[in-house]
Structure formats: structure tokens, C-alpha cells
């Protein structure tokens, strides 16, 4: 339910029984990736989300890659020429490196339809049983607490 969500702002689901999305709500806007960054398998629900440049990003929380909400892009920040000082910076993109996918709302239910394209990209490495497994074993509670 799109109530749940934006209650929560973000929630992750196992997709057709086989990939692991982050769902987000923010501004207004219902957004869907891979739930885990392309970079090193780092748990995207758990990063913050940034504006670079006028677009809107998740920061992964282990190794503060940018990815762009809508299109999945990684940025990163050049410098202009380190030569000269001050040192200018810009952003630039790396290309899609994290897969989006489509979010659409029916009467208040939230559907997300994966993003079949037959293009690798990188976070679909992460989208196997071994990662899946130790996501789950990091989120369950220590039941001697």
C-alpha cells in the first residue's frame, strides 16, 4: 500500500520471487532500485538521500557511491584541473550502474515492474541466493538481547 510506504519512506521487497528492490518515497515521488549499491553489495535503504547537481541520489552508506533516483546513474566528482588552485570540482556520470525500475500506483497499491531490459548492469550481480542470504542473516536480531 502506498500509505505503508510513504509512512515508512522506504521499503525493501523480494520482486516476482526473485530480486531484491528498494522502494522510496521522497518529495512526493515513488521511486524503485536494486536494494543493493552496484559498488560492493552495501544495503541502500540504510544511505541517505542527497541532491547533486540538481539530482536526486541515494548514498550508499558503505562507501558514499551517488546513484541517481530516477535513472540509476552513478556520479562522481572530477576535478577541472588540479593544477590550478582553488580546485574546481563538477559532477559527472558514470552510466547506469544500478538497475531502476518502474513504479505505478493502482487505488492506493503500489506495483513494481522490473526493469526487463537484457543489458547487464552492475548491481545485478548482487540479485543472487548468496547475497540474499546474508542480507537476511545481518537483519535478524540477536534473540539474547
Known amino acids: 500500500k502506498k500509505e505503508d510506504i510513504v509512512r ?3 521499503v525493501t521487497k523480494l520482486v516476482n520471487g526473485c ?3 528498494l522502494v522510496l518515497y521522497h518529495q512526493g515521488q515513488l521511486y ?4 543493493r ?15 547533486f547537481n540538481g539530482r536526486l541520489c541515494i548514498v550508499c552508506p558503505w ?14 566528482q572530477a576535478v ?15 552510466g547506469v550502474k544500478q538497475r531502476v525500475h518502474k513504479v505505478t500506483e493502482v487505488g492506493g497499491n503500489i506495483f513494481v515492474t522490473l526493469n526487463d531490459s537484457s543489458k547487464p548492469i552492475e548491481s545485478d550481480v548482487y540479485q543472487v541466493e548468496k ?3 546474508v542480507s537476511l542473516n545481518v537483519q535478524t536480531p540477536n534473540p539474547r538481547n
Open 8 to 10: 515508512a519512506g522506504r
Open 37 to 51: 549499491c552496484y559498488h560492493s553489495g552495501g544495503e541502500l535503504q540504510n544511505g541517505d538521500i542527497e541532491e
Open 131 to 133: 547475497y540474499r542470504t
Open 80 to 94: 577541472e584541473n588540479p593544477r590550478v588552485k582553488p580546485i574546481r570540482t563538477y559532477w559527472c556520470s558514470k
Open 32 to 35: 524503485a532500485m536494486d536494494k
Open 63 to 76: 562507501h558514499k557511491y551517488k546513484i541517481t533516483l530516477a535513472e540509476g546513474e552513478g556520479l562522481y
Open 19 to 21: 530480486r531484491d528492490v
